[in-house]
């Protein structure tokens, strides 16, 4: 059974703060690695995807890969209030195109 | 670009009832996927397509049934509806296997 782990939070941070979430997965094989964000109520909404080891950047967000240590991790700097959500870690499954997603994080930004 | 949409937003039934929820996408990807959201279990895949008239079975398959004729269509039904299956139920599309997936605003279903 191939999983993705996350740590299901809260977390919290204060406004301005960096927001660091993680996760693990158990299938050495895989390429694609992808964070959502979901706002109660809403669909997820896709914020990064990254293919290759190291970091990559997208305004206040980094995303960043570790193939050997299988973890992917989401930075997210200066946080905002509006940054509250669920973050969902989703991992490309070799067969078939498939995501296998963790449970999410929750994060809370406090003002 | 009204992108992926789904139809109903929100929809009640009956056990036993048959229901199908729409998917529609306008951005001509070849991949689509139904996913059910419940609490404690995350996003789940029921069924997902590769291109028109190609259809595989997800983690959760069992009482649902896919077609997909059109590639831009991929309705998903209950055949015969249960409690259990009370859920949010999102689709998405990606324009290849590797690509990133793309959410509509979900259908929320409650089964009496």
């Known amino acids: 059974q191939k999983e993705v782990e996350q740590n299901s939070g809260p977390l919290s941070v204060p406004e301005g703060a960096i927001a660091s979430l993680n996760c693990t997965y158990s299938d050495r094989g895989s390429q694609s690695f992808f964070w959502y964000r979901q706002y109660s109520g809403k669909s997820p909404e896709l914020i990064m995807f990254i293919y290759s080891n190291g970091d990559k950047e997208d305004g206040r967000f980094t995303a960043q890969l570790n193939k050997a240590s299988q973890y992917v991790s989401l930075l997210i700097r200066d946080s905002q209030p509006s940054d509250s959500a669920t973050y969902l870690c989703a991992v490309r499954d070799n067969q078939g195109g498939k995501l296998i997603f963790g449970q999410g994080t929750e994060l809370s930004v406090k003002p | 670009d009204a992108g992926i949409t789904q139809s109903p937003r929100y929809k009640i039934t009956e056990t036993g009832r048959q229901v199908t929820l729409m998917c529609h996408q306008t951005w001509s990807h070849s991949y689509m996927f139904w996913y059910r959201q419940d609490l404690g279990h995350g996003l789940r895949l029921i069924y997902y397509?590769?291109?028109?008239?190609?259809?595989d079975k997800g983690e959760v398959p069992d009482g649902y049934v896919v077609s997909r004729s059109k590639t831009e269509n991929f309705p998903l039904t209950l055949e015969s509806a249960t409690r259990s299956q009370t859920s949010v139920y999102f689709c998405a599309s990606s324009l290849g296997g590797s690509q990133p997936q793309h959410f509509g605003d979900g259908t929320r279903l409650s089964i009496l």
């Open positions: 397509s590769a291109a028109a008239d190609i259809t």
